[in-house]
Every structure is written in structure tokens, then in C-alpha cells.
């Protein structure tokens, strides 16, 4: 067997729906089935999905207070009253400030931005700033990305005569602000028909509505912000991106261009994944180690050479940020497993003076992929006896929810249902914890905390070619909501299974059944190949792709996990090494089993890494549990019915056969009826012979080796026809009518031969059928296929 990482679970499919959309829309099957799993069934929302080019945008008046917003805005430009852009220091935050910027300094709007530091102010307005906009003349603030639980501080606006309006896409809470205008999509009693907006799309929605059109330029803007925020891929969020993504692919605006330019890519190639690991994180990184101001500049800026300097100062900020995440994830890692480990908190709650602020929810995140619980990071201030934390959660536990539980100990929270960011006394840190415990036992189940991977189909082999795949790209871009499909390819034939790269990290193999074979390669996963035994059928989910070399276009599978539904076995037979090929042996559950009790020592085993197992009779060997565990078969058995015992009836994951042993008995001579006749004739003959002096010499008379002459005399002393002391061997007066097999010394011989031509002589094929025939096998069932755990 090979356990899956995690739990695969195959989305419930309508197979007729998939085929009348697929004959409706002339699509690949594989296409309108994975639009069905994602719950567009209907033709011309999946029309709308597919050719989002012939979508229109949402008016922006259907936005709660978007009409007072904008005759309040033109109010503020035409008397030129100062307008403050008040933004949040994420990518979202630092795009949506960058798009409001742009539109109310080309309307000629009095207009400057200001972000708040992490480090100093914390998240979203504070009562600072406002007084200091206030004395600066500010009359007008504007917040993007941010505000709606800002209560205390929508009221200092008024009390300081500053028109507050929000626009923000976080959860609001059941209290909020009292400001001039809230534009947000997710507001009680909303016209909106699409609630999904990051920030950036709220901010777009505002330029559009004080533009009088659709402000193509800013699409690039949009969708950074969009994807980075990791909000749902469909909707009006789709059609920004796609939209945006083309637009940004033939931009010229110098930031982006000298950002590519650093990170090794290239505009004219920006889809979801470019921008999500190239352009996001640079624009993220300035905002967690310093000021996103920087980021701000580097996209409003129409400098070429400011933009390099401002690109190359956001890489430096990334490259440092990522030296501090690998650190401080370091030290997260060692805190909970010595002082909170999973095992006792469903919840992981964990903090540390000194921690920096900016890169604790990516700390966050890493603990959740390491221990698949809910994780809180907190950064503690000394000074101030305050913590400021992250949250990332898992599938099933809303963050934003469990927060709000509890707000008594949190002056200040916001976030989504899957991430959020805190404030809090540390003095209240153990009381969050507490109760996040709490809730997460009341709400989740032990199968809660093992990780899902959802895929879009089962697929036979016949079903993957490379007109299908490519209609894949019709679903693009991918994100939130719409992932890149992974499908499912159930019990084929693994061959040309190889390790891969420099290191020999990756994987390389074929599925194949008859007439089909497809490639596939797994980036990381080249300790597997040690996993995979022969002629074993594999099950594996990955990503669809086209591999081209030579001009040659092949469908192919990017691995993501496999698995082995049945027991497997690995022929170790004759391989010394033994200690190299046991520590491969990625489980720890896995038990060695000795057969002799003086072979215990013979090898170290890598420090004992598995647990060691002596069994000297046949009724331990029966009682042994070895159900899904694997096991190392590390020397033979005294006789195959021990063996036997062990395994029949009985369901072990894997079977490692060794079979050392010190003498080979089946390739050694076992003395026919006609070699006793004589010798016992001649030691009649003799009367008594002195082994020591003479042994070898009759050895070499008979053209027998020395042990087939000590083998028959103890089979003859057994038998009591002879007495032997010091090698003297005595014919006894009184004859006995025994047969040969009543001696232990020839059954043991022969039981020895027996095995050795069983287990140690066999080929490949005959070993695991000898085994095949007395292991209990389990079919994996319909359920079973769809939930792997």
C-alpha cells in the first residue's frame, strides 16, 4: 500500500448534465463536466463562464451609497477640497489606494494616499491618523480595502468635520461605522448581485462610477489586487482578471515592467500563477518589513528609472522577507510541538516577542500546511503589553466567525471566514486560545483535521488527450472558487518509474492500460519511486497539461500525490545494503521480524529506527498484528508453516522479503538413501571412526564434503544407530529399525530446502503469488475511490 497525503475527494458529478452541456456548447466532455462539479450546469451561465469577453461589468449604482459617494467626491474636486486616500499595506490594499489615486488625480482631484505602518499603527484607520488628516485641512477621506470596523473612528471623523467613505469588502460586523457612505458588496439589503469583490474590485467599482465608464486602464491594477487577495475566480471577479490579465499583458506602465524585469518574467506572459507568485509578493513584501508606500510608488510612477530603483528596493524587501519567514517558521514549528502540540490543541495559538508583524500570517499559513489546524500568530510588543496576530484556518472553521465570539478580548479584528487579522492584550492570549479550543471540539471532527484535496473527476486513460486539455485553458484564470482542475486517474499500470533532476528529487513514470499510456512527472516527489513496487496499480491525481519537446505534443500529468490500494511487495532478496534500503523506508510504521534470535544483533538497523520483532514459534507468529502496518521479512523462517502463520488471513500494507540467512541449505547436497547405505556399511564395517583424524580423507574418497558426512552421522546418531564422542563414532550393538525422517536434523534439513526454494530461490512473480495466495485482499469500493484517507 501507499498512502495519499491527503484526503482525495472526487466532487459529486450530474453525468447527463456534462453531456448535454458538452453537446450544447460543443465542448470536450472532460470541459462541461468539470462546469457542472463547479455548479454551472446551465447553458448560458456556463456560456457566460466560458466567453467572458461578451460579459459586461455590474453598474456601479447598484452599490449601496455609490451615488451620494460620487456627488460627494465631485463635490470635494470641484472646490478643491483635500481628499485623503486612506489605504491598507497589503497588495489588495496598496493596488486599491494606487486605482483610486489614478482616478481622482486624472479628474483633478486635490488628492494624496496615506498607508498606516504595521508596525507602529496596526490595521485600518486609527485615531491618530485621523486627527493628524484633520489638522492637515483634510475634509474628505476615502478609505480603500479597509474600514468597515472602524466605529470609534468613523465617529472621530465626524466629531473632527471630515466626510468618511468607506469602501471595503471584509466581513462586516453586526455594528457599522457611521460614515458619510459605506460602499461595500456584502452590506445588509443590497441591490449588489455579486458580493465577491476583493478590495481593489470595490475601489474599480468607485473609479467607474466617477469615470462615467468602464476605466479600462486601471484593469491591470484590478486584477493584481484580485488575485492576490485570493478572492472567488468567478462572478464579476472573472471577468476582471481575465479581462485584466490581457490588459496587463501588453501594458506599459514602468512599475510593472521593471517588477517583471527583476523577477524574471515577463508582461506579454502574466496569467494568474505570474502575478500570484511574482508580482504579488514584491508588492506584499514592502507593506510587511517596512512601508508600502514604496509599492505604491512603483505602480503610479511613469519614470523609468524610478521604477527600477523602486522595483529593486521591493525585491531586496522580498528576498529579506523571505529570510525572516524561513527563520521565525523555525522557531513557530520547535514552539508547538514542545509546548502545544497538535495532538492537544485543534486550534494552534502561538506567539513570541520580537516576532516581526508584517510575515506572521505567512508563518501562519506554513503552520497550517506543517499541522492542518487553524493557526494563530502573534508578534508581542513589550512596550505595550499588546500582541498583533494572523490567523489562517482550515476547511470547516469559520475564523471570522469564532472571532467574533469572541470580540471581548479583541479590540480590534477583521477578516474572512478562512483568514484574519487581531489585536489583543497578551495578557488575554491564553483566554483566545481556551476558547478557540473550545469551539473548534464542538464544531469540527477528528476526519476535520485531515486534509482534503478536492478533484474534479475520475478519469479513465481513453478520456485524456490533447484536444481536451487544451479546452482546459477555457476555464482560466484560475483562483478561489475555480482552481485548477485536478483530476483523479484510478488503478493503471505504473512503468519506467525513475528519480528525476540534479538531486533526484522528481519523479518521472507512465500510466498505461492497453492501447493508452500517459507520462507523468512529480516535482518533489522522487522518494516515491522507492514506494512503488512491481507491477503495482497506481492510482494518481495531478494536473493536465501539454508537454512539448521536439515538436512533439504529448498529453501529460503534473503528479501532485499517488497511492496503492493494495499490499505490496519489495523483493530485497540478496541486496547487502541493508541498512541504506531500510532507512528509505519512509514509515514509521513498520516492524522488522527476526526468525532467529542470534540474527537480532547481526545489523544495526539505522538506530533501531522501526520497531524490532523476535519470533520463535509458530503461535506468535499467528497472534502477531500486522494489519496495514509494513513489515521486513529480515531472515527465513525455520519452516514455511512459521511464516505461513504470520500472513495468512491477514491484511499488512507492505512486504520487505531479505531472507538473510548464513548457510544456503537448498544448493548444498542432502545425501540420497544410497549415501546412507554406505556409509552406515562402512562405519558396520569399521565398527568406529575417528571423524577428527579421518573425516576429510573419506570426504575425499567419496568425492563428499565434510558437512554431508557430519550431517549423516547426526541423522545416524539421532536415529541411535550410532554413539559419538569426540568425534569417535560408535556403531551401537543394539539395532534399531528407524526410517531417515525420523530424525529432527533430516527435517529440519529438509524443511530448510523447502523454504529456501519457497521463498529465497523463487522468482519475483511466484513470491508475491505465494503470498497472493494466502493474504487477505480488499477491493476498493465506489466510496472508497471518492474518499481516500
Avoid at 514592502?286 to 524610478?306: C, F, I, K, Q, Y
Avoid at 509494513?630 to 505461513?644: A, C, G, R, Y
Amino acid at each position: 500500500m501507499l498512502y495519499p497525503k491527503t484526503r482525495w475527494v472526487i466532487r459529486e458529478s450530474n453525468e447527463l448534465a456534462g453531456k448535454e452541456l458538452a453537446k450544447q456548447l460543443n465542448i470536450a466532455p472532460l470541459v462541461a463536466t468539470l462546469l457542472v462539479n463547479r455548479g454551472i450546469s446551465d447553458h448560458d451561465e456556463a456560456k457566460k463562464f466560458l466567453y467572458t469577453e461578451n460579459e459586461e461589468f455590474h453598474s456601479p449604482f447598484l452599490l449601496n451609497d455609490m451615488q451620494p459617494a460620487v456627488e460627494r467626491i465631485k463635490s470635494a474636486i470641484e472646490g478643491q477640497e483635500p481628499i485623503l486616500i486612506f489605504g491598507d499595506y497589503d497588495a489588495d490594499g496598496v493596488t486599491s489606494t494606487s486605482v483610486m489615486m489614478d482616478v481622482l488625480s486624472n479628474l483633478g482631484a486635490n488628492v494624496r494616499y496615506y498607508i498606516p505602518n504595521r508596525f507602529t499603527e496596526g490595521y485600518g484607520p486609527n485615531e491618530n491618523a485621523f486627527r493628524e488628516a484633520a489638522a492637515s485641512g483634510i475634509k474628505l477621506v476615502i478609505t480603500v480595502d479597509t474600514g468597515i470596523s472602524a466605529t470609534n473612528e468613523a465617529s472621530l471623523a465626524k466629531e473632527l468635520g471630515m466626510d468618511l467613505i468607506i469602501t471595503d469588502h471584509h466581513e462586516p460586523g453586526q455594528e457599522l461605522p457611521d460614515a458619510f457612505a459605506i460602499i461595500h458588496p456584502k452590506l445588509p439589503n443590497t441591490n449588489y448581485p455579486f458580493p465577491d469583490l476583493a478590495g481593489v474590485g470595490v475601489a474599480f467599482k468607485l473609479a467607474h462610477a466617477l469615470s462615467d465608464d468602464v476605466p479600462w486602464h486601471l484593469l491591470d491594477l484590478a486584477a493584481i489586487g484580485t488575485i492576490a487577495d485570493l478572492v472567488p475566480l468567478h462572478g464579476e471577479n472573472r471577468l476582471i482578471v481575465k479581462a485584466g490579465l490581457k490588459r496587463m499583458a501588453t501594458s506599459t506602465r514602468p512599475g510593472l515592467l521593471a517588477l517583471c524585469k527583476i523577477a524574471g518574467t515577463k508582461l506579454s506572459d502574466a496569467d494568474e500563477e505570474m502575478v500570484g507568485f511574482a508580482i504579488a509578493p514584491r508588492l506584499n513584501a514592502a507593506g510587511r518589513l517596512e512601508h508600502a508606500g514604496p509599492a505604491v510608488e512603483l505602480l503610479m510612477t511613469n519614470d523609468s528609472t524610478n521604477a527600477a530603483h523602486l522595483a529593486e528596493e521591493i525585491d531586496a524587501m522580498n528576498k529579506e522577507r523571505k529570510f525572516i519567514v524561513t527563520e521565525i517558521t523555525k522557531e513557530a514549528v520547535k514552539m508547538v510541538e514542545e509546548e502545544f502540540p497538535p495532538e492537544e490543541n485543534n486550534v494552534i495559538v502561538i506567539g513570541k516577542e520580537g516576532w516581526n508583524p508584517g510575515v506572521i500570517g505567512i508563518v501562519a499559513s506554513r503552520l497550517v500546511e506543517r499541522f492542518y489546524r487553524p493557526a494563530i500568530v502573534l508578534s508581542y510588543d513589550k512596550e505595550t503589553g499588546m500582541a498583533k496576530g494572523s490567523a489562517r484556518s482550515i476547511h470547516g472553521f469559520d475564523l471570522f466567525k469564532n472571532l467574533t465570539a469572541c470580540k471581548d478580548l479583541l479590540p480590534h479584528f477583521g477578516g474572512h471566514p478562512m483568514a484574519a487579522g487581531m489585536t489583543l492584550h497578551t495578557s488575554d492570549v491564553e483566554l483566545l486560545r481556551t476558547k478557540l479550543n473550545h469551539a473548534a471540539d464542538a464544531q469540527l471532527s477528528a476526519e476535520d483535521y485531515i486534509p482534503i484535496t478536492e478533484l474534479d473527476a475520475s478519469l479513465d486513460l481513453a478520456e485524456i488527450d490533447l484536444e481536451s486539455i487544451r479546452q482546459l485553458d477555457m476555464l482560466a484564470p484560475y483562483g478561489m472558487k475555480n482552481p485548477k482542475p485536478k483530476v483523479m486517474v484510478h488503478g493503471a499500470d505504473a512503468s519506467g518509474i525513475r528519480k528525476i533532476g540534479g538531486n533526484k528529487t522528481h519523479l518521472k513514470l507512465t500510466l498505461e492500460k492497453p492501447g493508452y499510456a500517459l507520462d507523468g512527472v512529480g516535482f518533489h516527489l522522487g522518494g516515491v519511486a522507492d514506494e512503488i513496487s512491481p507491477g503495482s496499480k497506481v492510482s494518481v491525481i495531478g494536473e493536465l497539461s501539454i508537454n512539448e519537446w521536439n515538436n512533439i505534443k504529448k498529453p501529460q500529468i503534473l503528479l501532485k500525490d499517488i497511492a496503492i490500494k493494495d499490499w505490496q511487495l519489495f523483493d530485497m532478496r540478496g541486496n547487502k545494503k541493508i541498512n541504506e534500503w531500510i532507512s528509505q523506508i519512509n514509515d514509521k510504521n513498520t516492524s522488522i521480524i527476526i526468525f532467529s534470535e542470534k540474527h537480532l544483533n547481526k545489523f544495526s538497523f539505522s538506530e533501531s529506527m522501526f520497531n524490532t520483532v523476535v519470533i520463535s514459534d509458530r503461535d506468535q507468529a499467528e497472534k502477531l498484528d500486522i494489519s496495514k502496518k509494513n513489515i521486513v521479512l529480515f531472515d527465513l523462517p525455520q519452516d514455511i508453516e512459521m511464516l505461513e502463520k504470520l500472513v495468512s488471513g491477514k491484511k499488512p500494507a507492505r512486504i520487505y522479503t531479505h531472507f538473510y540467512q548464513e548457510e544456503n541449505h537448498f544448493f548444498s547436497t542432502l545425501p540420497t538413501r544410497d549415501h546412507f547405505k554406505w556409509y552406515y556399511a562402512f562405519l558396520i564395517k569399521r565398527r568406529s571412526f575417528d571423524m577428527k583424524k579421518y573425516g576429510n580423507d573419506l570426504a575425499a574418497h567419496r568425492g563428499w564434503s565434510r558437512e554431508t558426512i557430519e550431517f549423516m552421522s547426526q541423522v545416524f546418531f539421532e536415529l541411535d544407530f550410532v554413539t559419538i564422542k569426540d568425534g569417535l563414532i560408535t556403531i551401537n550393538s543394539e539395532k534399531t529399525k528407524k526410517d531417515l525422517s525420523d530424525s529432527p536434523a533430516y527435517q529440519r534439513k529438509q524443511a530448510q530446502m523447502n523454504v529456501e526454494k519457497e521463498l529465497l530461490y523463487s522468482s519475483y512473480q511466484q513470491l508475491k503469488q505465494w503470498f497472493d495466495d494466502r493474504l487477505v485482499h480488499t477491493v476498493p469500493n465506489e466510496e472508497e475511490i471518492k474518499v481516500w484517507t
